[in-house]
């Protein structure tokens, strides 16, 4: 798939998956709709998720970022994926 492609499917509503350590999906959201800063286009979310010791934080088809309990509480609770 082309690499203009992979990107046009980041949109708000796009989904976001958080699974455990061992990859098994803990909880799903949703891309916020996007707000361009400085030439990048930021989207948030919010998703509830239980206690584990690691989440791995993505969207389908573009990777994931881990972090642990303990980064996660060290930083407000907010993940910072980019491509």
Not at 49 to 75: A, C, K, L, R
């Amino acid at each position: 798939m082309p690499r203009s492609a992979r990107y046009a499917v980041i949109t708000g509503g796009a989904e976001i998956d958080v699974k455990n350590a061992s990859g098994t999906l803990i909880a799903s959201g949703s891309l916020s709709n996007g707000v361009v800063n400085n030439g990048v286009c930021d989207f948030t979310f919010t998703i509830a998720v239980p206690v584990v010791s690691f989440y791995q934080i993505g969207m389908p088809n573009h990777g994931s970022v881990t972090y642990s309990m303990s980064e996660m509480n060290t930083s407000g609770w907010r993940a910072k994926l980019s491509l």
